[in-house]
């Protein structure tokens, strides 16, 4: 039976990394969201900062890998994790292309791997979840799919759909690449391409907060590998296909904090030495190169992180005053704008991995990854970007599928409310103004009538605003055929989101005249 | 070319298109009712269904053969672009939409496509107007309006503020074109009717708002005449269009307009609508360009109420 288990490990990654596959493939939302909840449910981060984020208690995904990592080891990083899988692909083309170079043991990098584990925990305190942001498996592998993979799918759609023209498929409008965020992605696909080419699994079990954490956990699981010693023959073929180079043959030891329970090891020994087993209630018997010091800082600093309990989200400062909405505020300091449901920059800045699934997905394409516009701590965090198109007022996409609750999931008719920004009119720069004719191309979008036509002079409707009922959404920004060089009409960001007033309206007359009026 | 090719080919030509002239004639006498010179300028009809209304009001105008004969490409173009509800009135309502691309199919059309540049995401225009839906389960097509490469450019002659378009290939390659406005105010254009719907059917908006609206709305008019105008008054948005804000700026008025007129069409909607000809820039202008007539009293108008 232990024989198979690298066979079902091995199917199993694959599933959750073609869901991974298919949920950022998703360029117009139409996939369900519950759908991608379902795929990113066993996230350990993101879930973990759910957990914290308001009104999302039921982010109980990262207890789930908590109680599996104790019961089974790191299975969460061999199967689970798709920057773990990602890894196990390249490995496997080296493993191919140069077949004699087999793998071997090598000590682990404890101090780097406590040291970024520690870092990576003291500065939340400082910089909220920017080193998650920076180093988490599946923020760095989502920011490579919907920046690099996702462009990819679309240009491949577009040549089929050029080349065939009686097929089914289209061209498909593809999002605007970044540079930062593609160089940002491009250059941690192309560091992990050599990584896992060169030392394995080197990035899991030295430099990643999760695989770390995981890894001390998994001293204590109940299943761990074992070598039987008296069977052992100390071949060596174990350790050659040991991805975690974490199989010592010499004193047939297996190093479990660094073991993901890929299980290639069982098949290939040939006197079935390896066997995957019950351990004495998570007493395993301390190996004897195993040093303590790590697991030591790390609990400490648990210990003082929690009694700080500072997970910056909490760090929300609800009374924060509304930002004063003046006629002074021009279009370049605006300031970034948030989707709904971010609730407000600091919460954005505390709660995004910037996995950017929610840009992957967004059905306009409003949402763009931004550079420096947050400031340092907030690189990469989705923004709207109404030069690229408007928030939908009906959609929700973006907080349905957010992982960490960042974005939160809001209800229809509080999403309808929710003013991330309000409209500002330079009607100085106005077409009716200066052209003086007819135009209303804001007036025409807004959903809220925050922007109406009324009238001005010679008949000529002008826009007037109402930034009471406006929402943000960035439609009267997008549709301004102004270019002067900037909109005459846009949105001012608000720092803290807040709910607008419901555009008021008047019951019609409703008399249908009985005759024709020609 | 050989004496004998060229015989060959003439012959086989002239053969050819006096088929096709017999079928032609075939088609008049068949496919129309024989007092064709007796059919209306404009039917204009209340209080029905939309689909209801349009069965009736098409039979004063000699069924939908007159306009679709078998084998012929034909391109349906309603309004459908908000994200909302049908009962919104911000697109045409999808009952009429489906009853005429039924109608379109039953004239034996080779293929019937629909489509709209959307302003909201197109994907979900067509979902929730209920417009995809209706079109598919009647036999016909929907495709994107949102694909740049699909938009070839023309020029406008007669245009004064619009010289040239880009304009969506359907519209220059269907042998027939129908035209399904909704009819519903406009804060920019003051109404949207039968003129100001074709602003789908091109890809830069943005230069129409930018170089007087009303006269580009009038300009684009000069192209491709629709072989058919119907102008869905069955819901009509009373203010906040062309999107509305919501059911409370929306009239049930039950009304239908067809015409292969669209500026007869367009006057006869904006007195529905409760409005003054003059009072919609765009119509005066068209008539200038002789896109139409919105001399209403000189027309055959045909008035039903159900």
């Avoid at chain 1, 071997?104 to 925990?121: G, M, T």
């Avoid at chain 1, 996702?150 to 498929?169: D, E, H, R, V, Y």
């Avoid at chain 1, 648990?302 to 009374?319: G, H, I, S, Y």
């Avoid at chain 1, 025409?444 to 002008?462: D, F, I, R, S, W």
Wanted: glycine share 6%; hydrophobic share 40%.
């Amino acid at each position: 039976m232990q024989k198979h288990f690298k066979k079902i490990r091995l199917v199993l990654a694959l599933v959750f990394f073609a869901a991974f596959l298919v949920s950022f493939a998703d360029f117009r939302g139409n996939m369900p969201s519950r759908w991608h909840s379902a795929i990113l449910y066993l996230q350990f981060v993101p879930s973990v900062i759910k957990f914290f984020t308001p009104l999302a208690v039921l982010s109980l995904g990262f207890i789930v890998v908590l109680l599996l990592t104790l019961l089974a080891g790191r299975v969460y990083c061999s199967t689970i994790c798709p920057l773990g899988v990602l890894q196990d692909f390249f490995i496997h083309i080296r493993l191919k292309w140069m077949p004699k170079k087999g793998l071997r043991f090598k000590q682990a990098h404890r101090v780097l791997r406590y040291s970024v584990l520690v870092l990576a925990l003291i500065s939340l305190l400082f910089t909220g979840v920017l080193v998650f942001n920076l180093l988490d498996p599946y923020a760095l592998f989502g920011r490579m799919a919907a920046n690099l993979y996702q462009p990819a799918l679309g240009w491949t759609n577009n040549i089929i759909a050029k080349l065939i023209p009686a097929s089914t498929l289209h061209a498909v409008k593809i999002n605007t690449l970044h540079l930062a965020s593609v160089s940002f992605a491009g250059g941690s696909l192309a560091l992990l391409i050599y990584l896992s080419m060169a030392y394995e699994r080197l990035y899991c079990n030295s430099i990643c907060p999760v695989g770390t954490f995981l890894g001390l956990l998994s001293k204590i699981s109940l299943f761990k590998l074992k070598i039987n010693p008296s069977s052992c023959t100390q071949c060596g073929k174990c350790q050659s296909v040991c991805k975690s180079n974490c199989i010592n043959i010499k004193n047939m030891h297996i190093d479990e904090s660094r073991c993901v329970n890929c299980f290639n090891c069982i098949p290939i020994c040939s006197e079935n030495s390896i066997t995957y087993k019950k351990s004495a209630i998570g007493l395993a018997k301390k190996p004897v190169t195993s040093s303590d010091g790590g697991r030591r800082l790390f609990l400490a600093t648990t210990t003082a992180f929690l009694a700080a309990k500072a997970l910056p989200v909490f760090a929300v400062n609800e009374n924060k005053s509304e930002e004063e909405h003046e006629d002074k505020i021009c279009f370049f300091s605006r300031g970034p704008i948030a989707p709904p449901g971010a609730i407000g920059i600091d919460h954005l800045k505390s709660s995004c991995v910037a996995c950017h699934l929610c840009i992957a997905v967004c059905p306009t394409k409003v949402l763009q990854p931004s550079f420096l516009e947050y400031g340092f701590t907030g690189m990469n965090l989705p923004k709207m970007d109404f030069a690229v198109n408007y928030c939908n007022y009906e959609c929700r996409k973006c907080g349905e599928v957010c992982p960490t609750g960042a974005i939160v999931k809001l209800e229809k008719e509080q999403k309808k409310l929710t003013q991330v920004g309000k409209v500002v009119l330079r009607m100085n720069k106005c077409i009716v103004e200066t052209e003086a004719t007819a135009c209303g191309s804001c007036s025409e979008h807004c959903p809220t009538q925050a922007v109406k036509m009324v009238p001005y002079y010679n008949g000529l409707p002008a826009p007037e605003i109402d930034p009471s009922i406006c929402i943000g959404c960035g439609a009267c920004e997008y549709a301004c055929p102004v270019t002067d060089p900037h909109p005459a009409i846009f949105v001012a960001a608000n720092t803290l989101h807040v709910l607008a007033e419901k555009p008021k309206q008047e019951a019609l007359e409703t008399v249908v005249e009985e005759e024709f009026p020609f | 070319m050989k004496r004998r090719d060229f015989i060959r080919t003439s012959v086989g030509a002239s053969l050819a298109s006096g088929a096709l002239i017999g079928t032609g004639a075939l088609n008049e006498a068949f496919g129309s009712p024989a007092n064709l010179q007796n059919s209306y300028d404009l039917v204009a009809i209340k209080g029905g269904e939309p689909d209801t209304m349009f069965m009736m009001a098409i039979a004063e105008l000699g069924c939908m053969g007159r306009f679709v004969k078998k084998g012929q490409t034909v391109v349906v173009k309603p309004n459908i672009g908000w994200d909302a509800p049908p009962e919104r009135a911000a697109n045409t309502n999808p009952k009429l939409v489906g009853k005429i691309v039924e109608q379109c199919v039953k004239a034996g059309a080779k293929s019937v496509t629909v489509f709209d540049n959307t302003c909201d995401e197109w994907t979900r225009c067509y979902r929730n107007s209920g417009i995809e839906k209706a079109v598919k389960d009647a036999g016909g097509l929907v495709v994107s309006g949102n694909d740049q490469s699909k938009y070839r450019k023309i020029s406008l002659p007669k245009g004064k503020s619009l010289k040239t378009a880009e304009v969506h290939e359907l519209i220059i390659q269907s042998d027939v074109f129908i035209n399904v406005p909704v009819l519903k105010n406009h804060g920019g254009a003051t109404m949207s009717l039968a003129m100001k719907n074709l602003m789908g059917v091109v890809w830069d908006r943005g230069f129409w708002h930018k170089n007087d609206l009303h006269q580009c709305i009038a300009d684009f008019a000069t192209y491709r005449k629709p072989d058919l105008n119907v102008i869905d008054g069955y819901n009509v948005m009373k203010r906040n269009g062309p999107r509305g804000v919501s059911v409370q700026d929306v009239v049930n008025m039950k009304y239908q307009i067809l015409s292969a007129d669209m500026v007869a069409a367009d006057a006869a909607a904006v007195k529905v609508f409760g409005l003054e000809i003059s009072d919609v820039a765009h119509i005066g202008l068209a008539e200038q360009l002789m896109v139409g007539t919105s001399k209403l009293d000189t027309l055959s108008i045909k008035r039903i109420s159900i």
